[in-house]
């Protein structure tokens, strides 16, 4: 009995003491860094060069993303997390966004001419181009991706707004190096979408696409020798669930202000961590180099910024808005004979007396101190200040007032005839309706109680209702049997109308209140239908954005939403780096990857 | 075992489809993607079939081609997306098994043999502990422990230098990132089998032929571990084999919580995304090897206890 104590813990202790002291430290190797990298390889006749020129070769920069990309092919890459790598790392279009400035500039194109009609676009490639394996990349590459981006069964992302009423835009090659795209009608938004088609090789990828197994080529299994890339860099290896490793790709065509080829840095890093928490914790650790968060973890992080070497960016608002709305869907469903929303509903849902109050009762500033610590800010229209280009500041606003909406509802007629706290409208269908939310998005279902607190100042009824994503989607796009819901939308980039057309479109299926209308169900609607297809069809821009801030106003107007905060967002970055233009638009930071390098000013008190 | 996982395949996919949505419902309150493309893509996964119908065709792909289809986020076969994890899955419950089994034998031998001492009701408490905290409290309160004192990594199952070590590094690595899941882990079924190996032991010690024993004078050592504490394992033996199983489950919640690469999350990321033939194809992995482990039970029985025959 003595001796059967010692044994087993014994072993116990000897393992755990050997998966204490084994393994990863605290990075404190120095980081050898140069002022020039080698390279062998001849300069593009036209690279691209920026005006500054500071920075230092070496080093590595370590990134989250939350979970894996599904694919390296830009063709179908879809969500963001994939987006995060084909856009801009590893692949780039004709044209560029910059987040910054948010205009669109060259990229693969140096330069770019358009006929007096805007029918007719030249682009001129840069001479010299080469993708990640030396190949040269010219003309033939574009209009191979041309060919594949309006393929019908692959239907590549992006490509649904490189039309015009359905018809693709023509490419034609003309000689190695420049290319022509007629449009079959004048397309205002143009030049912003040109840039969501990215180039790929043909001289990789022709044989898979002519075989009809273009999807799975490029997938996330194709090793990296095999991956050939145009951006700054090519993938050096990638682990599944853990991290992507990117290196240098030796062919790029930018240069800094010295004449030295970019990128700085001798590797990014990106680790999957699907857990929010465990990103904080990593970042605090000084595992990872940059993070970006919201405003429940902003006190904590601002507090640590001396301690763990950081600084924190106040990016401004996020390009995009929270809100709810009535379902103002009048038709009836085939499938149960019965209008999907009961006809005293739907009187007092299409009475914009009533939209008015609801707007007048909802206390914004309320919420972004409860829900966002005071951090973020109301709005009242579709598109959020933030949005520079395009936001009309001379849209209707109903801010907060409850006595006003008391009055409004009085003189509406919607009176509270039985003592209950509850009006009821002139028919005498109470004003009380579920709002459905995802029970996944804690800001989400902390607004929705918040709303139902302040409608109930004013006599109305809102009962929160949080359910699975998956079955609040169910609800918007399929059985439409609910009454109110609230959501948010962030913006397209580049922000361009032309991104939110289906929501603003009453044929569109994203016009939550009553979507994929066979007609305009109201006058307003219809008019707006009609301002939507005029600023898409007109090349000038100050005509577009006069057009569209009418429908802007048109939608502050008639409320078919009320909405209510753009939330902010921040960004943590360590400060021994350098060379870095934060923007609230993804991906944050590295949008400028091949800016990115160490400081050299940091280096004699960096141990990393 | 074939009928069971038929059964267990067709309940699953009968689930899946009652759950509201399919993979491309997020994509329908995508402004930027028309109404046009979602239906076609819908038309190629096959979406749009009754879900029998889709049910009949997956079953024929495995049986006749041995095809676990495609997973529609990745456009990889479902097998090479999950064979990774699955290893990664195997790695941490073998760990969390060894922990428990290792620690869970001696510390329920020690509480049965110095019954109502300090030995026995220590180990009472962390038993009443460790089967009452909640695995993912556990797992959080874990990843703040790694984060204040920096003893262990905060999550992941490799360093970022990972590549860079020698085969030893390498393994020291792993093992370093290993202790914190694994014991979040292991602490639940340990708590229960320590309790149970007490319990048995108890019972056995007080058989006659244990009394026996000790009349002949046989030292004390020899009469538990040689006489009683193989009958007292009989029925833990059995447990044994349904260990992977739970283990399995229990994982999926600590890979998730503690960013471990292996098939929980995978499985995690495909539902919420309903990425049908991933699922499946994930569901049908873990519920074999469950069947396997409970296999492996009855063998390890059949060998241990003369009594029964195989």
Redesign the interface.
Same mark, same amino acid.
């Given at each position: 009995m003595r001796s059967l104590l010692p044994l087993p813990l014994v072993i116990g202790l000897a393992c755990f003491l050997v998966g204490c002291g084994g393994g990863e430290k605290e990075r404190k190797t120095t980081v050898p860094v140069a002022d020039s990298r080698p390279d062998t390889i001849a300069h593009p006749e036209e690279p691209l060069v920026y005006e500054t020129g500071d920075g230092v070769f070496g080093g590595r920069y370590v990134a989250t993303v939350r979970s894996d990309p599904k694919t390296w092919n830009p063709m179908i890459a879809r969500e963001t997390s994939t987006t995060e790598f084909t856009s801009g790392i590893l692949f780039e279009g004709l044209v560029a966004f910059n987040n910054v400035t948010q205009e669109t500039g060259p990229a693969l194109a140096s330069s770019w001419e358009t006929s007096p009609d805007s029918l007719e676009w030249t682009f001129h490639l840069r001479r010299g181009l080469r993708w990640s394996d030396g190949a040269p990349l010219t003309a033939a590459d574009v209009i191979f991706s041309a060919e594949v981006f309006y393929d019908e069964d692959i239907h590549a992302s992006g490509s649904d707004i490189c039309k015009v009423e359905g018809e693709p835009f023509r490419f034609r090659r003309v000689g190695d190096h420049t290319v022509r795209i007629e449009l079959p009608g004048p397309y205002g938004p143009f030049l912003s979408v040109i840039g969501s088609m990215y180039v790929i090789p043909r001289h990789v990828l022709e044989t898979a696409y002519r075989e009809g197994k273009f999807e799975s080529a490029y997938g996330t299994s194709a090793g990296p020798a095999s991956l050939v890339s145009s951006g700054p860099w090519r993938l050096a290896s990638y682990q599944a669930q853990q991290r992507i490793t990117f290196r240098p790709n030796p062919y790029y065509y930018r240069f800094d202000a010295k004449g030295r080829r970019l990128p700085y840095l001798d590797e990014l890093v990106y680790l999957i961590l699907p857990d929010q928490n465990a990103e904080l914790l990593k970042f605090e650790a000084g595992d990872t180099d940059q993070l970006y968060f919201r405003a429940e973890d902003y006190a904590r992080l601002k507090d640590r910024e001396a301690e763990g070497d950081y600084t924190v960016y106040e990016l401004g608002m996020e390009m995009g808005t929270s809100f709810f709305w009535f379902n103002q869907n009048t038709r009836t469903d085939e499938r149960t004979e019965k209008p999907y929303v009961a006809p005293g509903k739907q009187a007092i849902f299409g009475d914009l007396e009533f939209r008015r109050a609801v707007s007048r009762a909802v206390d914004r500033k309320s919420i972004s101190n409860a829900v966002y610590f005071g951090l973020a800010e109301p709005v009242y229209g579709p598109i959020p200040p933030v949005n520079r280009k395009w936001y009309n500041p001379g849209i209707v606003r109903f801010p907060y007032d409850p006595e006003q909406a008391r009055a409004i509802l009085d003189a509406a007629g919607y009176r509270d005839s039985d003592g209950d706290g509850v009006r009821e409208s002139p028919s005498g269908t109470p004003l009380s309706f579920t709002l459905i939310t995802n029970v996944d998005n804690r800001q989400r279902v902390a607004m929705a109680n918040m709303v139902a607190d302040d409608l109930k100042q004013v006599g109305i009824e809102c009962r929160p209702t949080p359910m699975e994503f998956n079955a609040v989607i169910t609800k918007l796009t399929d059985s439409w049997d609910y009454d109110a819901c609230l959501l948010s939308l962030t913006g397209g980039i580049p922000p361009d109308p032309i991104m939110s057309a289906n929501v603003f479109l009453s044929s569109g299926s994203s016009h939550f209140w009553d979507p994929r209308q066979p007609s305009p169900a109201t006058a307003w609607e219809a008019e707006v239908d009609r301002l939507m297809r005029e600023q898409v069809a007109r090349s000038d821009p100050a005509a577009r954005k006069r057009i569209f801030d009418r429908v802007q106003f048109l939608v502050s107007e008639n409320i078919p939403a009320v909405y209510l905060v753009s939330q902010p967002g921040f960004l943590a970055v360590r400060n021994r780096f350098t060379g870095t233009t934060p923007s609230v638009l993804r991906p944050w930071i590295l949008w400028r990857s091949d800016l990115v390098s160490l400081d050299p000013e940091q280096f004699a008190t960096m141990e990393n | 075992m074939i009928p069971v996982l038929l059964g267990i395949s067709l309940l699953t996919f009968a689930v899946i489809q009652l759950?509201?949505?399919d993979f491309l419902?997020?994509?329908?309150?995508?402004?930027?993607?028309?109404?046009d493309?979602i239906d076609?893509?819908r038309a @190629?996964f096959g979406l749009d079939q009754p879900w029998w119908m889709q049910y009949l065709l997956w079953l024929r792909n495995i049986l006749f081609h041995l095809d676990f289809g495609?997973?529609f986020?990745?456009?990889?076969p479902v097998f090479?997306?999950l064979a990774?994890?699955i290893l990664?899955t195997l790695v941490l419950a073998l760990a969390a098994a060894v922990l428990t089994w290792? =620690?869970a034998?001696?510390l329920g031998? =020690?509480a049965a043999?110095k019954q109502n001492t300090w030995i026995d009701r220590g180990s009472s408490l962390v038993a009443y502990l460790g089967l009452s905290v909640p695995e993912v409290f556990l797992a =959080?309160l874990m990843? *703040?422990l790694?984060?204040k004192t920096?003893?262990?990594? $905060?999550?992941?199952?490799?360093?970022?230098?990972h590549?860079t070590l020698s085969p030893l590094?390498k393994? *020291?690595?792993?093992?370093?990132? *290993?202790?914190l899941p694994a014991f979040v882990l292991a602490t639940v079924p340990l708590a229960g089998r320590m309790r149970q190996m007490r319990a048995n032991l108890l019972d056995v010690l007080r058989a006659d032929y244990v009394t026996t024993a000790r009349a002949k004078g046989l030292h004390?050592?020899t009469v $538990?571990?040689k006489h009683a504490l193989r009958n007292a394992l009989n029925p833990l033996i059995t447990l044994f084999g349904y260990t992977l199983g739970t283990l399995l489950s229990g994982a999926f919640l600590v890979e998730?919580?503690?960013?471990w690469?292996?098939l929980g @999350?995978?499985t995690i990321?495909a539902l $919420?995304a309903?990425d049908l033939y991933l699922m499946m194809g994930s569901v049908m992995m873990a519920s074999t090897l469950l069947i396997l482990g409970n296999l492996v039970a009855d063998l390890l029985l059949a060998i241990a206890d003369p009594r029964i025959q195989v």
């Open positions: - | 759950a509201p949505g419902s997020t994509m329908e309150l995508n402004p930027q993607i028309s109404g493309t076609s893509m @190629r495609e997973s986020s990745r456009h990889q090479t997306v990774p994890a990664n290792g =620690l034998i001696p031998v =020690l043999v =959080l990843i *703040l790694a984060a920096g003893w262990f990594p $905060v999550s992941g199952m490799v360093s970022v230098d590549d590094g393994a *020291l690595d792993l093992l370093h990132h *290993l202790v004390e050592r $538990v571990v998730v919580v503690m960013s690469p292996g @999350r995978i990321e $919420v309903r």
